[in-house]
């Protein structure tokens, strides 16, 4: 059972980046999905998620809405987190999580976690 996520890198400020993050099994499809962020010195924090068999329900923190679109392919096991107009504070390490639900609320915590990718913008 593993999360992997890929597509970190170096952007400029105001560049974009796409994440992408395959799991092993199928059955990840039945969950809902998310995306967090950790910054040196900082906490994890929940930056974007998505309920399993929609690509309508979507969830974003202030600090990403509008700049930040989540998706998933069943079809490939896949999920992805585009990155728009990014800013210097948007450096961190991105991780991809698995919920143990269908649906996605703000009190729930993930099950399962994949590595981290590094995305760094450089203003």
């Known amino acids: 059972v593993q999360l992997q996520a890929s597509g970190g890198g170096l952007v400029q400020a105001g560049g974009s980046l796409r994440l992408s993050c395959a799991a092993s099994?199928?059955?990840?499809?039945?969950?809902?999905m998310g995306w967090f962020r950790q910054a040196p010195g900082k906490e994890r924090e929940f930056v974007a998620g998505?309920?399993?068999?929609?690509?309508?329900?979507?969830y974003y923190s202030d600090s990403v809405k509008g700049r930040f679109s989540i998706s998933r392919d069943d079809a490939k096991n896949t999920i992805a987190l585009q990155l728009n107009s990014l800013k210097a504070e948007d450096t961190a390490v991105y991780y991809c999580?698995?919920?143990?639900?269908?649906?996605?609320?703000?009190?729930?915590?993930?099950?399962?976690w994949g590595q981290g990718t590094q995305v760094t913008v450089s203003s």
């Open positions: 999580a698995a919920y143990g639900s269908a649906n996605y609320y703000q009190a729930a915590r993930p099950v399962y």
């Open positions: 099994e199928r059955t990840f499809m039945r969950y809902a």
């Open positions: 998505i309920n399993a068999w929609s690509n309508s329900a979507h």
